[in-house]
């Protein structure tokens, strides 16, 4: 990014964070302030206090409930609870109702409240804001905020960096296509077969098969490969495991294995959700597994595979896969 480029950002980054923090200010200090609900009762101010201990002392003299009454009081500290009940005396005494007082006596008797004067705090000098006062929080804040959405950029810039190296590193690179029959299992058997396939990101009904035959052209079997299991997420299907399957003209059955993603592969439940289709194979690059019946073989390598790197599971689907397949008799 060029000089004037990078200005232009923090320009726009500049004028967006003031017209944030006014628009804020507006909205939330002016046209829709704060508005307290479901306050608890020892959030209530001192003069609101004292008309509930009141309230309390008068539903007490009735009901008698000593554990009622507490619960009324659940989470005042010790000083709340003086102060407001000293003050409520002091109240019924000013205005001569010593009944009302006596009976917010009674419950502090009750609940082992000490009704005697307790000095409020000291009041510290409090000295007249001046300009440089006032505008000491929203400088505070302005600059915090900007500190965050300049961490949060470059936090972004260093994050997509890593996941651009991510995805490149996904790429894993595939053996020579093509081996001979002697590289793959050295049993010097010509091959009867040898199939490459390969599977890309928006290939949602990819299903391949290929004829197994003799030289002279005689069927023996199939074998091939398709989509096992995705994630349902965007505009095409996730695929998270394939079926590679192996069909036997003689032995009338055919053997399957699924083939997952590292993801899939490590998570029990997903494997769970899969072991009916076929034995778990781990998808790997270069690691050879094998399908076999009474007289088919087929060899299976991974040659090329990348997964989806998104906000998906890593390592969790596939958007290319290039399989080889050679098959042999028994």
Request: proline share 6%; net charge negative.
């Amino acid at each position: 990014m060029d000089s004037s480029n990078r200005t232009s950002l923090f320009i726009g980054i500049a004028v967006g964070l003031i017209a944030g923090i006014l628009l804020g200010m507006v909205l939330f200090w002016g046209l829709f302030p704060v508005q307290w609900t479901d306050a608890h009762s020892y959030d209530l101010a001192p003069e609101a206090k004292v008309d509930y201990v009141q309230l309390v002392a008068d539903s007490f003299s009735l009901n008698l409930d000593p554990q009622l009454a507490a619960s009324y009081f659940e989470g005042w500290t010790e000083e709340e609870m003086q102060q407001a009940f000293a003050a409520a005396i002091a109240d019924y005494e000013a205005q001569g109702d010593t009944a009302k007082a006596q009976s917010v006596e009674d419950l502090a008797m009750v609940l082992g409240v000490s009704t005697g004067a307790v000095p409020p705090p000291p009041a510290e000098p409090v000295a007249a804001p001046g300009l440089i006062d006032r505008l000491e929080v929203p400088c505070l804040v302005f600059f915090l905020v900007l500190l965050v959405l300049v961490l949060g950029w470059i936090g972004w810039r260093t994050l997509r960096r890593r996941r651009d190296a991510d995805a490149e590193s996904l790429v894993v690179a595939a053996p020579p296509v093509g081996p001979g029959i002697e590289d793959w299992q050295g049993t010097g058997r010509p091959p009867l077969g040898h199939f490459i396939s390969t599977y890309q990101l928006g290939e949602d009904t990819y299903d391949e098969s290929f004829s197994i035959e003799t030289p002279t052209g005689d069927f023996m079997g199939e074998c091939g490969v398709g989509i096992s299991d995705t994630i349902n997420s965007g505009d095409h299907d996730k695929v998270t495991a394939f079926e590679v399957w192996l069909f036997d003209k003689s032995d009338i059955r055919t053997v399957t294995k699924v083939l997952m993603s590292e993801y899939v592969y490590q998570d029990a439940a997903q494997r769970a959700k899969l072991v009916s289709k076929g034995e778990p194979v781990l998808a790997m690059v270069g690691a050879p597994f094998y399908l076999e019946t009474s007289s088919l073989q087929v060899e299976v390598r991974v040659a090329e595979l990348l997964y989806g790197n998104d906000d998906l599971p890593p390592k969790s689907y596939f958007t290319k896969l290039t399989i080889e397949l050679v098959a042999t008799a028994r």
